[in-house]
């Protein structure tokens, strides 16, 4: 007995893991535990930069922030897709201060080092086909521009 109820709650979670639910920003769900209970990511769209400095922010108070938290206690891994591809509101520096995935509407995923210098141990943690934001100050490693080339890593640069 007790083993078909493990094995029923095991396949349950792999389909809740497998399961990925977008919502946009606008209407996120003031109690979104039936969604949690059934995806293990949610992606939220639309994310705007009011949207990502109230993340920021971590007001405790915040409904948004208390909804992340919830997020976490169910072990949902969030993920942020912005309205367009960030251009030119996206501030790079948030970025790095994100604890979540960041996504352009075209489905680039983007990077963000903070370092003068962007060497080959920075470009190695980016997955092939993302984005890596930078500003021209920013310099990047001969071996560093290498992968980013070789991996197909497209370079965003802004003053």
């Known amino acids: 007995m007790i083993e078909k109820l493990v ?28 969604i949690f209970m059934e995806s293990g990511t949610v992606r939220l769209t639309q994310v705007n930069k009011h949207f990502l400095e109230r993340i920021l922010g971590g007001n405790r108070a ?58 080959y141990g920075d470009s190695a943690l980016i997955p092939s086909g993302s984005t890596l934001c930078k500003f021209k100050k920013q310099l990047i490693t001969p071996l560093a521009k290498e992968y980013l080339t070789k991996n197909n890593i497209a370079v965003r640069e802004r003053q």
């Open 7 to 34: 094995k029923i709650i095991v396949q349950r979670l792999k389909l809740r893991a497998a399961n990925k639910t977008s919502i946009v920003v606008s209407k996120i769900p003031r109690d979104p535990i039936a």
């Open 62 to 119: 915040e409904s948004l922030t208390a909804w992340l938290e919830t997020a976490a206690d169910y072990g949902v891994s969030i993920e942020l897709e912005l309205y367009d591809n960030g251009e030119p509101w996206l501030d790079y520096v948030m970025l790095s201060q994100l604890n979540y995935p960041v996504f352009t509407s075209t489905g680039e995923r983007l990077f963000y080092s903070s370092g003068q210098v962007i060497c």
